[in-house]
């Protein structure tokens, strides 16, 4: 969940960023948004590796 939470964020900062003409904003956004991708993917290997130690029991 929480991962979702860091991409919205991140995209309402990169937009706001934008719209004020502050690149610092703009660029935390990028910031959330690329942390909030990582948590995901770190989520799908979780559960990849969950599948496949069930599989195996």
């Known amino acids: 969940m929480g991962e979702i939470i860091d991409k ?29 991708k990582a948590k995901g993917a770190v989520e799908d290997v979780k559960h990849t590796v969950k599948q496949a130690v069930s599989k195996e029991s």
């Open 8 to 36: 919205v964020k991140g995209r309402i900062k990169k937009a706001a960023g934008a719209l004020m003409g502050e690149p610092k904003l703009e660029r935390e956004g990028k910031v959330d948004e690329v942390k909030g």
